[in-house]
Every structure is written in structure tokens, then in C-alpha cells.
């Protein structure tokens, strides 16, 4: 008999059914290994399938009442060590019920679904799981980055375009600039949430069962917001762009954290000399002992580089024809959850060190001027004092600007005469600003007090866009807030569910 003893349960894959072999170990040891992260989701799914299969009644309620007592004496333990043990992989729930009630009545779970439907459902599950998690602490972060923005409103220091002095902003202006990047964040993992939160559960491997099973009950149990209309479009083996599409998010995300990392490496370079970063986040040399290299951020820029790379591995791995790509999901996603981590932890990194980072205040100001970055606005003077176009204003400071670097002259040494000179050489006429419109037009601190438009880095203005970046922020708070308070009541549901049908048998 090929039947075996249900004590001694080892699957369905054995030697002697379908096939004539035994998997090669080191083969089997594989397939299985992929599946650990996969198991509460699994586990989940097994109950909410038996209660709608006994609601439905293609199971009766003494058979249900059966494996969902089994399954919650195998939560009286650890459930991922228990399955991991019993092996079966996807199926190790169907394995353990079968070796602690026999085939007759652990035999029966598996009805109307398929690996398909398994494999998709712990999959999305997983996925909206580290989601959710990256999008608390995308939130975390905003938070951060919004309070040190109001404590930074009057820290001056230099812009930067094609690697050089552009013009001066405030350290607030900046921190916003990343909180408005990062509520971009938000909302593409919002997104991808929705499109991954769908229930491919009943789908089986793409055409659905002939059992009358009501996809839309074990969704609900599930915590899933809609089902796929789709079988076929449900299952990862025929349609996998949400597998594609969360990874994409997560590297966007990580090319963020790597620019503002190289950021924080760049300013405190002795060159520099804007931050200093506290010894904690940093290293020294086994040679150069003078050396204080900043670890933190340079393991930022390499996750970010592993980011990029889970992206091409799901892409490669996961194209090609209608039902090939199958265990190349697997490899794309675990590279998915390693990465998905990892920019939790980085975003955590960066609410810890940027509130502790020590700003060289004094020295940002004075470099945000002396490399004539305020010079935009003697153009300016000129427009509004003296009527020039902006373009023949724009003529003339520039050739100020190139005889001042000819003579070593700085933006101090600027004077009407200097100005007149430029002008002169320019359209045969004297600029004729004086001195204290000069010195006003080149003031960094009237640079940015100046700029209160919409957007701008004036202190009030950049308040305002704290406190709408606040809202917004608080807002999108109670969007995690409330897939919580969802998922808690299906999960909730789940429960009570089995509670009565187990209760019901007992009667």
C-alpha cells in the first residue's frame, strides 16, 4: 500500500505517487528554506480556509472544529518552529493535521485551494506587512525632520547645484525639502499597500475550484480589502507586478536615504566642516589614527545599492512567459524582505542621529555668502534701483564677479566703483548703486528674509510649511492608524469565527 502512516506523514511529493524519486536533499532543503517568513501568514490563511469551507459547507462542523482545534494546540507553541519541524513547506499545515488526526480528517484542508493561492496569499500578506512597517517609520521620520526644521529657521548655509555654491537656504528649508520627499514616500507605499491588500485566496492555481467557496469570507477573515476579480490575475505564477512594484517603491525610498547620507558625509569632511557627527555612528583607522570615519551613513549607501539590486532581480527574475517564472518569485522576494528591513533600520538611524548632529552654525553663514552666493540679488538691486533688464543686470554682476576672482577681491571687497567698472565694460555706463545697497543686496540674512514666496526659506513661511507638512503628516498617521484598527478586527474576526465552530461541536 503507497498510502503511508499518517504518523509518519511526509507529503505529498513523496517517492512512489507521481513521481518515482526522492528530491535531491540539498534541493528540498531549498525549496523549503523560502518559506519561514512566509508561515504566520500561511497559518492564518489555513484557518480562515477551514472556517469558510465549514460556513460553506463543503466541510462539515465536526471535521472543521477538528483541524482548527489542531491548529490552535499547534499555537500552544512556537507555530513557525512547529511547521518548520513538521517540514511540508506551504502544505506544513495539512502535514501536521495529518500526522495528529490521520488522512481521513487532516486530508480534508486542503480542498479547493492549491500552492498557487497559498504561496500568493502569504506572499501579499507578507508584503503589506513590511509596507505597513515602512511606512511608520517613513512617518517617524517626517515627524523628525519637521521639528528640527523649526529649530532651524535661522541656520544659513550654502546651496549646492553641479557640485557648486548655488545659493544660500536655512538648514529648516532643507529639512523640508526631505519631508516633502518623504510624503511622496508615503503615498507610493500607500499605493502599493492598496494594490497588494487583494485576496487571492480561492483562486487556487488560476481558474478557482468547482466547490462552492465564498472567496469574499475568507478575505474578510484575511484582513484584505477587496478580492481579485481575476483567478488568474491572483496568482503570482501568471501575474506578478505587485511583486515588481513594492521593491521599485522601497529603492526609490532608499535613493532618498543614500543622497541624504552622502549629504551628511560630505559636511563633515574637514573641507566642510558644517557637522559634526557624535563617535557613536562612527569609526577610526587601524592605521591612521587621526581618522573619524563616518560608518552610519556609509551603510546606508550600501543598502541603497542592494535596494536597487532587488529591484533588478525581481524584474529579471520574474519576466517571462505567462506561468514560467515560479521559484524565481521566491528568490525575488526574500531579497524584498532583507531590504524592506533594512530601510526600517535606516530610517530609524536617521531619527536618532540627525536630532544629535552638532551644526557649525557660524560657519555655514559665513560660507554661504563668501563664494558670492547672494550675488543674484546685487542683480537684482539693479533692476529694481536703477531699472536695468534683468539680463543686462545679470551681464554686469558677472563680470564684477570675474574681476573680483582676477584681483582676489571677495563679496566684502565689493564697492560701487568695482560695480561701476563691470558696468561700464559691459554698455558704456556706471552701474551707480552705493555702498549700503551693495552691502544689503549681499547680506545673507536679508537673502533669505526676502524670500517669503510660497515655498521660499523665510522663517515664517518655512513654519507654515512645517505646520502644513505636520498636518499632512497626522493625517497619513491615521491612514496606518486605521489598516491597524482594521486588520486588528479581521484578525479579531478570524478568531471568533473558529471559537464557534469549535464551540458548536462541543454542544
Not at 196 to 204: D, E, I, K, L, Y
Not at 425 to 433: F, M, V
Request: proline share 4%; aromatic share 6%; hydrophobic share 40%.
Amino acid at each position: 500500500m503507497l498510502k503511508q502512516k499518517s504518523s509518519e506523514y511526509r507529503g505529498f511529493r513523496n517517492a512512489g505517487i507521481r513521481l518515482k524519486e526522492e528530491m535531491v536533499p540539498q534541493l528540498a532543503q531549498l525549496y523549503g528554506s523560502r518559506i519561514p517568513v512566509l508561515i504566520p501568514a500561511i497559518h492564518a490563511f489555513d484557518k480562515a480556509h477551514i472556517v469558510m469551507l465549514v460556513e460553506q459547507g463543503v466541510l462539515t462542523p465536526e471535521v472543521g472544529a477538528a483541524l482548527l482545534r489542531g491548529l490552535r494546540k499547534m499555537e500552544a507553541g512556537d507555530v513557525v518552529e512547529t511547521r518548520t519541524r513538521v517540514g511540508g513547506g506551504l502544505h506544513s499545515g495539512e502535514q501536521y493535521l495529518i500526522r495528529l488526526l490521520g488522512e481521513d480528517i487532516g486530508g480534508r484542508m486542503h480542498v479547493a485551494r492549491s500552492s498557487g493561492d497559498l504561496s500568493s496569499v502569504g506572499m501579499n500578506i507578507t508584503q503589506r506587512q513590511k509596507l505597513l512597517a515602512l511606512m511608520r517609520a517613513v512617518n517617524r521620520l517626517r515627524r523628525v525632520l519637521i521639528d528640527l526644521a523649526r529649530q532651524h529657521t535661522d541656520t544659513i548655509l550654502p546651496g549646492y547645484s553641479f557640485g557648486q555654491q548655488a545659493q544660500p537656504m536655512t538648514l529648516a528649508h532643507l529639512w523640508l525639502s526631505w519631508a516633502a520627499t518623504l510624503a511622496r514616500d508615503f503615498e507610493r507605499l500607500h499605493g502599493a499597500y492598496g494594490r497588494v491588500n487583494r485576496s487571492p485566496a480561492g483562486a487556487a492555481i488560476m481558474v478557482g475550484s468547482e466547490f462552492p467557496i465564498n472567496r469574499q469570507r475568507t478575505a474578510e477573515l484575511l484582513g484584505f480589502d477587496a478580492v481579485h476579480e481575476n483567478c488568474a490575475d491572483a496568482i503570482l505564477e501568471l501575474t506578478n507586478d505587485d511583486s515588481l512594484e513594492v521593491p521599485a517603491v522601497v529603492s526609490i525610498l532608499y535613493h532618498s536615504l543614500a543622497k541624504w547620507a552622502d549629504d551628511l558625509i560630505q559636511w563633515s569632511t574637514s573641507e566642510y566642516n558644517f557637522v559634526d557627527i557624535p563617535d557613536r555612528y562612527c569609526n577610526t583607522s587601524s592605521i591612521m589614527m587621526q581618522k573619524k570615519n563616518v560608518i552610519g551613513p556609509a551603510e546606508v549607501k550600501g543598502a541603497s545599492a542592494e535596494a536597487l539590486g532587488g529591484y533588478v532581480v525581481a524584474y529579471h527574475g520574474l519576466k517571462g512567459t505567462t506561468g514560467m517564472p515560479v521559484n524565481e518569485r521566491y528568490c525575488a522576494c526574500e531579497m524584498l524582505w532583507k531590504v524592506a528591513d533594512s530601510a526600517v533600520r535606516d530610517l530609524g538611524w536617521f531619527c536618532d542621529l540627525l536630532p544629535v548632529l552638532v551644526v557649525n552654525k557660524p560657519h555655514m553663514r559665513e560660507q554661504s555668502w563668501r563664494n558670492w552666493a547672494t550675488v543674484t540679488d546685487l542683480a537684482g538691486a539693479l533692476v529694481t534701483q536703477r531699472d536695468l533688464p534683468w539680463r543686462t543686470a545679470h551681464q554686469i554682476v558677472g563680470i564684477m564677479v570675474r574681476l573680483c576672482e582676477e584681483r582676489g577681491l571677495g563679496p566684502a571687497d565689493v564697492t560701487p566703483g568695482l560695480l561701476d567698472e563691470a558696468a561700464v565694460l559691459y554698455h558704456e555706463a556706471p552701474a551707480g548703486l552705493d555702498q549700503e545697497a551693495i552691502n544689503r543686496a549681499l547680506d545673507p540674512e536679508r537673502f533669505i528674509a526676502v524670500r517669503a514666496l510660497q515655498g521660499g526659506p523665510e522663517k515664517a513661511e518655512s513654519l507654515r510649511q512645517a505646520q502644513l507638512f505636520e498636518d499632512t503628516t497626522a493625517a497619513d498617521e491615521q491612514v496606518v492608524s486605521g489598516i491597524d484598527a482594521r486588520l486588528a478586527e479581521s484578525a479579531r474576526k478570524l478568531e471568533a469565527a473558529v471559537d464557534e465552530i469549535i464551540a458548536q461541536d462541543r454542544k
